[in-house]
């Protein structure tokens, strides 16, 4: 794999600007790559995005020595090796992907000193013949990327990644630097005891996403609201676009692909070829919409996701923000879109209901669904309510979310929440939604016939809304813990022991005001039918740059160096490096090694080519 001679050693700083082209470090950085360079353990909390693989990347540099960076992720491995060539950093890769004289000669590598950096899956390393391999290479540092694997709290436990701890017992004086992006206590203490770290220093980074703009929205036409959400803001962005089901991913790939939208499916159903294959050229192109089951996304490094659209309720905040972290890695603009739907709360519940865990974790997992919907209800900035999970408080408002940028208009529902869980109380218990609605706004159902409800003191008292914005009232009531739906007696709704609060007048609630959708007009919708997706950015958030016509010219060029080199696109210069070249428009060499990302390598690599681009306007 690598070409490169090794790096000679230089300090932190050195290195981050002669080879990553980058000004300062950020966060904890230089401090974790400090600590490492003594020789210590340490644990790094940081969100995606945060600058983690920097750290064991610029520590492998320098410390003498090869660093071993074990990662479960293929991809991720092939990614990182890709972009570190083009730094010029002697970089490799061994898992099943390369073939027995390739390992070979990359273990050959290891044994001379030739490699700065070797990523390994955690398989591959607890052989006895890696292990062995191992004592008789010079090791600098063990980075354990995704490290919250190692915990059964997480929700990526892997038991291969238990066994690591064999490492630290071998190998006792090797630093180890355990890496992720998974917040919480428990699962933070497991990975310290169950890596065995020695008096491990924890690095934790505030979880916040600034870059991201939250947007959470009532399903009204998912189609419709997504295209208009594509169309104003990403048209031609890279994007990834959740689905609850496999089915839905096809269809919803399919329609964006008659729609002239280059869009890819990814689900566990398609085979691995196909996965694979839609894996790659995500990666390796531009503009690329994957619709996707949360099989898709981790070790998806690609800098510039601009979205992270969900088109179904995802399985709770955890979930959510880990798939909506996947976007603006390169901590420029990037939405976090979402539409959800109580028909989706329904199917998530049965999900969890007909799994084979155990009554205690289907407990959780539902306790999880409500954390989820308690977000999409909310009245309060989103940013405060995903934080506030975290356990990290923010006191002012976020300004880069739905709910400050049009704040919430909400009403005093007390008495509409009396009515509708009277509807529960006297119609038994034990019907769903629909039904109770139809009781509350008096329609004359058959349903409502057999069951005698026009005789009810609840039928038509809630004649004064319509049934869409009862159907609101009691999602809120649920997410508010009111009401609780009970999958037992086919997802009917049920008083839970606060219902009396409201009931007896203890207690007032507000409820939110849904805005209303907009709708593309039907003339819109036919003209981005038939122009594909080549049209001109619309002047919205995504505008980062004043020069689209020489954007594109640039990514155009660096798409062509980039299939030359079998290599993705970002590898080459990542889309912030490209908006600098025209902001600042460098006119030599020298100003353009100022720009971010242009370390030494690069320069001399692509300078020339893209100064001229930049001259001429053309690739
Ligand atoms: P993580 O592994 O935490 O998800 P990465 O290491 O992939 O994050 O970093 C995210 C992006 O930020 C990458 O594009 C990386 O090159 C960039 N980056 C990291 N550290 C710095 C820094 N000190 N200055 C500028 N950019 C940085
Ligand atoms: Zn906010």
């Known amino acids: ?47 995606t995005g945060g600058g983690k693989s920097l750290c064991y990347q610029l520590a492998s540099i320098v410390r003498p020595g090869c660093g ?72 600098c540092l063990f980075a354990i990327d995704e ?35 998974t917040a919480d206590a428990v699962t933070k203490n497991d990975i310290i005891d169950k890596l065995a770290l020695q008096n491990a220093k924890s690095f934790v980074s505030g979880f916040d996403r600034p870059n991201i703009r939250y947007h959470i929205t009532l399903k009204k036409n998912a189609k419709k609201q997504f295209i208009d959400f594509y169309n104003n803001e990403h048209r031609g962005d890279a994007g990834i676009v959740y689905c609850m089901s496999r089915k839905k991913v096809d269809k919803t790939a399919s329609w964006l692909q008659e729609l002239g939208i280059k869009a890819l499916p990814y689900h566990a159903g398609l085979d691995n070829q196909t996965r694979q294959r839609n894996q790659e050229t995500f990666i390796a192109e531009e503009g690329i919409v994957m619709v996707a089951t949360i099989a898709f996304g981790m070790g998806i490094d690609k800098p ?34 979402m539409a959800y739907g109580l028909g989706d709360l329904i199917i998530l519940k049965k999900m969890i209901e007909s799994n084979d865990a155990d009554e205690e974790h289907q407990k959780i997992e539902v306790r999880k669904l409500d954390s989820i919907l308690g977000l999409c209800e909310t009245v309060r900035c989103r940013r405060d309510v995903l934080l506030n999970y975290f356990g990290e408080k923010q006191t002012i408002k976020c300004n880069n979310c739905d709910t400050c940028l049009t704040p919430v ?66 999602r809120q009531l649920i997410a508010a813990g009111f009401l609780r739906i009970n999958m037992e007696l086919f997802g009917s709704l049920q008083l839970t022991a606060k219902s009396a609060q409201i009931l007896k007048g203890e207690q007032k609630i507000d409820f939110r005001i849904d805005p209303k959708v907009e709708r593309p007009s039907k003339k819109k919708a036919k003209a981005k039918k038939a122009k594909g997706t080549k049209t001109k950015r619309a002047p919205t958030q995504k505008s980062y740059t004043n020069d689209p016509a020489l954007f594109d010219a640039l990514r155009a060029l660096r798409l062509k160096l980039s299939k030359r080199r079998r290599i993705p696109p970002y590898a080459i210069f990542h889309d912030r490096t490209l908006m600098e070249m025209i902001e600042l428009r460098p006119s030599n060499l020298e100003e353009l090694r100022e720009l971010y990302g242009v370390g030494d390598s690069k320069l001399k690599k692509y300078g020339k080519i893209f100064l001229e681009a930049l001259q001429t306007g053309v690739s």
């Open 147 to 181: 490290a919250h694997c190692v915990s059964q709290w997480g929700h990526d436990f892997r038991p291969e990644y238990v066994k690591l701890n064999i490492l630290r017992q071998n190998f006792p004086n090797i630093p180890m630097m355990a890496l992720t992006a």
């Open 68 to 139: 071993i960076v074990v990662s479960p992720l293929m991809a991720l491995m092939k990614d990182q090796v890709d972009s570190l060539l083009q730094y010029g950093v002697a970089a490799a890769y061994i898992n099943s992907s390369l073939d027995f004289d390739q390992i070979k000669n990359i273990q050959a590598q290891l044994l001379s000193g030739e490699l700065d950096i070797l990523y390994v899956t955690p398989e591959r390393i607890l052989t006895p013949f890696f292990l062995e391999l191992l004592t008789k290479a010079q090791i």
């Open 1 to 47: 794999m690598s070409q490169v001679p090794k790096v000679a050693t230089a300090s932190p700083y050195e290195i981050l600007s002669s080879i990553f082209g980058y000004k300062s470090f950020r966060g904890h950085q230089e401090s974790i790559i400090e600590h490492t360079l003594n020789g210590q353990d340490s644990l790094v909390l940081m969100p």
């Open 409 to 474: 208009e909400s009403w005093d529902g007390t008495v509409a929440a009396q009515k509708a869980l009277s509807c529960v109380y006297k119609t038994g218990q034990k019907f769903g939604v629909a039904h109770l609605v139809d009781v509350l706004v008096g329609n004359d159902t058959t349903k409502v016939f057999n069951f005698a409800h026009q005789n009810l003191s609840v039928f038509g008292i809630g004649s004064d809304f319509t049934s869409q914005k009862w159907h609101s009232i009691f």
């Open 304 to 337: 510039n996701v601009r979205f992270v659209a969900h088109l179904d309720l995802p399985k709770g905040i955890e979930a959510y923000y880990q798939e909506t972290g996947r976007a603006g890695r390169d901590g420029l603009p990037a939405n976090a879109w």
